[in-house]
């Protein structure tokens, strides 16, 4: 168990609609990373959070965006979903300083857009 | 730019030991990483190395860096059924002052009994 937690674990919706995800870092982690893996596309970098300021950005679609709150707790936003977002969401934390090189990541949470 | 190639699949015999092989294209990495994703659960750290060193073991596992040749390997001795999962190379970009790890697109080891 890496510490970080990411709800909902599944998540089944329809083209068009919009979904929010959910991760909590570990305790005391101040950055929060969001990464996408799909069969086609493999592990790719989203978006990372530092204490709640935007720190960078990957591979995101303009129809997804994020937040990271004064808790720590981030939110992946998806709308306008299309087949094509169906992937396995993830989210990962890291420390500060010394240990900023060290990213957990959480289980998870799969998409599948019908 | 930013690019990190493995090999796909890799077979062993239980107590062999496993090598799973891994390049990248960014000469200014600072540091490389190995990942470990079994069916149905996230990324598992393993183990990761600064780019000025050129090996590091822990326990099992040997990482060896090459460089000059931008290679590197994750050695596991002894391999085990429980080994069996998809592991990653990743490396963290030295040109952008972030996070960000761009990984490759994963090993599948199998462990024979």
């Known amino acids: 168990d890496s510490g970080v937690t990411q709800t909902p674990k599944h998540l089944i919706t329809a083209t068009g609609q919009r979904v929010t995800l959910r991760c909590s870092p570990r305790?005391?982690?101040?950055?929060v990373y969001w990464y996408q893996q799909s069969l086609d596309q493999g592990l790719q970098f989203l978006i990372q959070y530092y204490n709640g300021e935007e720190r960078a950005k990957g591979n995101i679609l303009e129809r997804f965006s994020a937040q990271q709150f004064p808790d720590l707790h981030s939110e992946l936003n998806l709308s306008s979903l299309e087949l094509g977002d169906s992937a396995l969401y993830f989210c990962?934390?890291?420390?500060?300083?010394?240990?900023?090189?060290?990213?957990?990541f959480g289980p998870g949470t799969r998409l599948t857009v019908l | 730019g930013e690019d990190v190639e493995q090999s796909l699949f890799l077979s062993v015999r239980e107590g062999d030991s496993s090598v799973i092989n891994c390049t990248y294209t960014d000469s200014s990495s600072t540091y490389l990483y190995w990942y470990k994703q079994e069916p149905g659960a996230g990324l598992q750290l393993l183990t990761y190395?600064?780019?000025?060193?050129d090996m590091k073991q822990d326990q099992r596992l040997t990482v060896l860096l090459n460089k000059k040749d931008k290679h590197l390997s994750l050695r596991i001795a002894d391999t085990q059924t429980g080994d069996s999962a998809i592991y990653f190379c990743a490396e963290k970009a030295g040109s952008s002052n972030t996070g960000k790890l761009i990984f490759g697109q994963g090993t599948t080891l199998q462990v024979k009994p």
């Open positions: 190395i600064f780019s000025n060193m």
């Open positions: 990962a934390s890291s420390a500060r300083g010394a240990l900023a090189n060290e990213q957990f």
């Open positions: 305790s005391g982690d101040l950055s």
